[in-house]
Every structure is written in C-alpha cells, then in structure tokens.
C-alpha cells in the first residue's frame, strides 16, 4: 500500500463514505430515518444503540445487502448506488455481519475464499489454504483445521473466519457488526489491535459493539443511534452517563437505577 | 497476489502452518486414516459408503436367487441401461446441489428424444444439428425455471411439476397422431446405442487411467503442498490407493469382456460424469452451487450472483435431461409417446438421492448419479430376470428410495448433533 497514513486533519477534510439522509422501511417499518453519517481514512467510528435501533440495517444498506428507501451514498467523493453485495465489495466495502454469513456445508477455505477464488477453472486451493492460514495467524485464531465444514467451529472461531474473510480483498473500509461479541479475551484484543493496524493504514473503520469498553479503546468518534435516528456524536472521553442516555435517550434510565440502586447498597453497607 | 493489510502480523508458529492446534489428531499412518475413515460415517459424513454397502448386498442377493444376474453379457446390458437415466440423473444432482428440485426430467427426455425424430428423422436436418437442437430447447426450459424461482420466487417443485405436464403435452404434440418415429438401424445414432463397444486394448487402457490419475495428481499435490510449508499425506497410501482402484478398474473391464465389452455410450455416461465430479470440486462455478446450497443470502453477500448459479444448475439439469432422452430413443431405436414416462423420472431423482446427493442442499457428488443409477438398475434388472412384475419392481424401488432419503435424514441429524450440518 502506498498510501500514506494521513493525520487526522487532513483526514477530517476528506470523508471516503459520506451519507446523507438515509432511510429504510421494511413496510410499515420505519427502520432507519434520515442518517447522515461520515467516516474519513484513517478513522475509527463506532456506531452505538441499543437493540433495534438500527445499527445492522444500516450496515446492510451501505454493504449493498438492502437497498435504501431514499438518500445519497458517495464513496471516494462520487455518488454510489449499490445494487448487490458484490457493487460494494468491488468499490472496496468489507463487512462482517452480526448473522456472519457463513455457509455452514463448506469449510473455512472455502468459506474465507467464497466468491473470490483464485484460479476459476482449475481452483488454487493449496495457495488459498496457505493465505487463510496467514489472515487467520494474524487474528490469533485457535482453529482446528481449515479443512472441516464451519458447521463444526465454535462460535467464536467462526466469527474469526468471518473477519479473516473480509480483510481478503484490500478493503478501504471495513464494517465491523459487534465483531467481538463472541470472542475470547486474545482474540478480542486481535481483533481491536487489527482496528488500531488497518486504522493506521489509512482504512476507514465502522465498528458497532455493545461493549463500551471495547468502543472507549479504539474508536474516534462515537456515532449514537437510537430508534432508527442519528442521536449525538460523542467524542470517546465522554462520560459512561453521556453515552447510556444517547443510547436509551432518557438520563433517568434502567443503567442509571442500577447504578444509584447499588451506590445505595454500598452506603448502607460501608 | 498478497494483502496489504496483514502487516505485523505475528510470527508464524514453528512447524507445517495447518499443524499448530496440538488438540487435533491428525492421520499419519494407515491405521489412523481407517479409523478417521469410521469417526467421518459415524458423524453422519457418510458420503458414498452407504450406496457402496447396498450395491453389494443387492448384487449378492439377486445373483443368489438367478446366477444369470453376474454373467458379463447381463452387466454389459446393465451399462447400456444406466447410461440413459443416468446422464438424466446428473442433471438432477446440478439443481439438488441448490437444495431445489426438477420434477420434469423425465418429460423433458421425452421432448428431447420426440425433437431428434421430428427434426432427424421426419425433417432430414443433419444429425449433429438436430441434437443441438435438443439440446438448446433443454438449456432453454432449464432457464425458465430458473426465472421463475429466481425473478418470481415461484418454488421449483411447483414450477417443475407444471412443466412436467406442459412438456409431456409437447412431446404427444411433437409425435402427432402415429404416437411413434423409428429411428433407422444401421445409423450412427442407433449403432451407438445398441451396439458400439470400445475395443479390448482401450477399455483396458482406459482402466488404467484413474489409478494413474490419483498417483499422479496426488503426487504433485504433494509436492505443492510442502512447498507451501503445508502437511502433506503419506505417499504410500497413496500408492495403495491408486494401486487398489486399478486392480478393481482393471478385474471389472477384463470380466465384461468376456462378454460384449464396455459400450461406448457408458463411456459418454462416465466421461461426463468425471467432467462434472471436476466442475463440482475444483472449479468457482461448483463451488457457487454448494455456497448457494447451503446458504444463498450468505453466498449473495460474498458477491456471488446467486440468478447466475441458478440459471445454469438448472439450464445444465435439463440440458442432461434432453440428453438423456437423445440417448433412450437410440437405445430404443424409437422416439415414442412412452419416452419418459413411467419411473423414468422418479428413477433419476431417485438415483441421485440414493447415491449420496442430500435432498436438502450444498451436499453431495457427481459420483451419486453413477452409483445411485447402479443400484436403481441393478434392481430392475434383477427383478425382470426373476420374472417379476414392473408393479413388484415399482413397490421395491419406492422402497429403496424411501431408504435412501431415510438415511439421509438421520446422517443429517447426525451431522447436526456432531456439529456437522
Ligand atoms: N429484513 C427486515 N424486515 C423487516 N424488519 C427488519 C428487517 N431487518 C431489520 N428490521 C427491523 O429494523 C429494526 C432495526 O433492526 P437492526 O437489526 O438494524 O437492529 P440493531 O441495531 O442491529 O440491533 P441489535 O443490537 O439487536 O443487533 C428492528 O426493528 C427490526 O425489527
Ligand atoms: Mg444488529
């Protein structure tokens, strides 16, 4: 890659995804309703809400799996309308879905190689193997063997293939959809070292997680969604309070009872 | 071609890349690949194991009851009968391979065998020509049925059982009011499916070839393989292996021909049959069909083009079947009303499914077809030369394939409880 990693400034000036006023209904479901969103090189967004609030869809809209009922995506400064899957991954959109999107009948390889095999005719599979090893290393992966159907991996371990798989393709941006809900402690600091290492690249990364732990480490921004809507962008410093009121929009909210239930507790205790 | 984005990646671990899980037990010796052999049937993985096991129970059975049954001449017949059904039966292991079905192969041999009349025989048209004829109207009605899956999500079950009528009602059409053309004896096209036997020297050279293969393409695996830091099988079950298959191959082909030797048009059946057994494993396009099989919406977000998958499995299913029917009239010298009707369509379904090819997707062979069409004939042949009734063989055949999709079932469940699905 020739790219040099661009400061954050220069990065600033130039978002690489930009959408304006994005919106999906499924029906009667109003899913997503006028999202504005920018990611620039180099820059980790993390995309936060509770559950429903619409963080997949979006995801599936910008990976081309769902079409959006109205707005504009530009990509590298050009309108884009994505019709399939395989528009987004040509322009350079990696994606790791919640669902994964594995093919459980087919080993890791293949699952990692799928759609993007080496050699059409007469396929490479010793060389693809051997490049499935290298992308699964660098993600500290525990796998068996890559030549047993998925069926067969642990949760985890297929979640890891599923992030192997969409750093194949020299993406310029990866789309990250609560990539370490099922991982071990390893392989949850690969997989936010593998940010920090695709960040530094100068790649735009969208990562969506529930663990604001794992969103306080390595993200930029802090993008809130909350009932389909864009609700606040949040710098990372900011306080626990700040964020669980964007995400549940209320400050007096399930999180905050628990925690003054508790802090009760302990001064009757103490 | 190497990604940019592994960089600092960490230092591979000392040893063969696919050999650092210390939990895995890995085969090295005969002894290990046998037992690992019985741990995959255990899973549920059971692959052609069961169909092999059946074939020689049947075998063993039916040449008890009339010794006729293994004379050389009664399997030569067996070849020619497979041939048939059984290039139809590979058209149907394309489109189970998508977990989808054509109810309509039968008819669609029957429009196939009705078109080489009319154009051949009733119009004159060239040979060749009239066979491409057939076989583009195949690829046609294969395509439509794609369509209406795909554009109006019409199932293929129900799309297939409407054209099973539609093209039996074009076949009576087609043969008008005598029901029945005859093709001329002495013609290439009748000669290929009555008589034509591949020589001696060939066959038995032929035989030689899948030993020869597996040797060769297993050495040079091999060799890539370590190249590649990658773990590599034992070069002596290799040997074994190619050495066992040509024993086999070679004991087959000197036994039919003591009789009238190998027909030609098995040939043609086994030679598309290695064909698409090479598309299945080794080429994108195989590999497309089982992703789509086993999970299109995953197989559409990895970019494949799941209308193309579909389009083709199902141009190339009926392609084989009009195929397939082209064959039966030379076989039968005729092209008439009964070309496939009767079990000729169950039987191709039926043959892939017995075979191995899972009525649910993404699993299965090219090889099902071959061995699946083996025991459908297997038993009909038996059956006819114990003088039985067709409506015995039809009890026994629904039987036979009520086990086959039985077995299937539990080796699927089996696979699910071992984490196989
Ligand atoms: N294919 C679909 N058809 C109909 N409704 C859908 C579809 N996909 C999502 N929805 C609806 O859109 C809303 C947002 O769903 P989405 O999956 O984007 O939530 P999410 O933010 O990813 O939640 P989670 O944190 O639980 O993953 C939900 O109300 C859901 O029911
Ligand atoms: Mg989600």
């Not at chain 1, 194949?168 to 920090?196: F, H, R, S, W, Y």
């Not at chain 1, 529930?210 to 306080?239: C, K, Q, T, W, Y």
């Not at chain 1, 909210?253 to 009757?268: D, L």
């Not at chain 2, 000392?14 to 046998?34: C, E, P, Q």
Request: charged share 15%; aromatic share 6%.
């Amino acid at each position: 890659m020739t790219t040099a990693p661009l400061s954050q400034s220069e990065a600033k000036s130039q978002p690489i995804l930009s959408l304006r006023g994005i919106s999906k209904n499924f029906g009667a479901v109003q899913a997503l309703t006028d999202i504005e969103l920018d990611v620039s090189p180099g820059e980790v967004v993390a995309l936060v809400g509770d559950n429903g609030a619409g963080k997949s869809t979006l995801i599936k809209v910008l990976s081309g799996v769902h079409a959006p009922t109205s707005g504009t995506i530009h990509f590298e400064n050009k309108q884009v309308d994505m019709q399939s899957p395989s528009d987004a991954l040509d322009l350079g959109i990696a994606t790791v879905f919640q669902d994964l999107a594995l093919c459980e009948n087919l080993d890791v390889v293949s699952n990692i190689f799928l759609g993007q095999e080496r050699n059409p005719w007469h396929l490479d599979e010793v060389s693809m193997e051997v490049r499935s090893w290298e992308l699964l290393n660098e993600l500290a992966a525990r796998i068996p063997s890559v030549r047993e159907p998925i069926a067969s991996l642990s949760g985890g371990q297929r979640q890891t293939v599923a992030i192997a798989r969409s750093l194949l393709l020299n993406p310029k941006i990866i789309m990250l959809d609560e990539p370490t809900a099922a991982l071990g402690v390893a392989q949850t600091a690969e997989v936010l070292n593998l940010v920090e290492r695709v960040r530094d690249k100068g790649l735009g990364v969208i990562m969506i997680s529930h663990n604001m732990e794992d969103v306080r480490a390595v993200a930029d921004r802090v993008i809130v969604l909350r009932l389909g809507r864009n609700n606040g962008v949040f710098s990372p410093d900011s306080s626990n309070e700040e964020l669980v009121g964007a995400i549940t929009g209320a400050t007096d909210n399930a999180v905050t009872r628990r925690a003054s239930k508790r802090a009760a507790a302990m001064q009757i205790q103490g | 071609m190497h990604n940019e984005t592994n960089m600092n990646s960490p230092a591979p671990q000392s040893g063969l890349l696919d050999r650092s899980d210390t939990r895995v037990k890995h085969a090295n010796n005969l002894g290990d690949v046998i037992r690992a052999f019985f741990d995959r049937v255990k899973s549920g993985d059971l692959g052609s194991s069961p169909v092999i096991v059946g074939l020689i129970v049947i075998w063993s059975v039916f040449t008890f009851l009339n010794p006729l049954f293994v004379t050389p001449n009664n399997l030569v017949n067996l070849l020619f009968d497979c041939s048939t059904v059984g290039v139809i039966s590979l058209g149907v292991v394309c489109v189970l391979m998508l977990g989808e079905i054509d109810l309509s192969v039968g008819s669609m041999s029957g429009v196939g065998s009705a078109l080489i009349g009319v154009l051949w025989v009733n119009q004159g048209m060239p040979l060749p020509l009239a066979n491409l004829a057939a076989l583009s109207v195949g690829a046609v009605i294969g395509s439509v049925y794609a369509l209406l899956r795909t554009q109006l999500g019409m199932p293929s079950f129900v799309s297939t059982l409407a054209g099973l009528l539609a093209l039996l009602g074009l076949q009576l059409y087609m043969l008008g009011s005598t029901g029945s053309i005859n093709l001329p004896y002495g013609s290439s096209m009748v000669d290929f499916g009555q008589l034509l036997m591949m020589p001696a020297w060939f066959s038995h050279a032929i035989a030689l070839l899948p030993g020869a293969a597996i040797l060769l393409m297993g050495l040079r695996t091999r060799a890539h393989r370590s190249a590649a830091n990658l773990s590599a099988g034992s070069v002596s079950g290799l040997v074994l292996k190619a050495v066992a298959t040509t024993i086999a191959f070679e004991a087959a082909i000197f036994y039919l021909n003591i009789g009238r030797g190998v027909p030609w048009m098995f040939g043609l059946f086994a030679l598309l049959v290695v064909g698409m057994n090479y598309v299945f494993t080794r080429t994108k396009w195989g590999r497309s069909v089982k992703a789509v099989g086993g999970n299109a919406e995953a197989a559409r977000r990895a970019g494949i083009n799941v209308t193309y998958t579909y389009l083709t499995s199902f141009a190339l299913c009926s392609l084989l079947a009009s195929l397939g029917g082209i064959l039966s009239s030379a076989r039968l010298a005729s092209a008439s009303q009964q070309a496939g009707t009767g079990d000729v369509n169950l039987n191709a379904i039926a043959a892939a499914v017995i075979g191995g090819t899972s009525l649910f997707g993404g699993r299965g062979s090219a090889w099902s077809a071959l061995l699946g069409i083996i025991v459908i004939q297997s038993i009909s042949n038996g059956l006819t030369l114990l003088n039985m009734s067709s409506s015995l063989r039809y009890m026994i055949t629904g039987c036979v394939l009520a086990i086959a999709v039985i077995v299937d079932s539990l080796a699927r469940q089996s696979r699910v409880s071992h984490g196989r699905a």
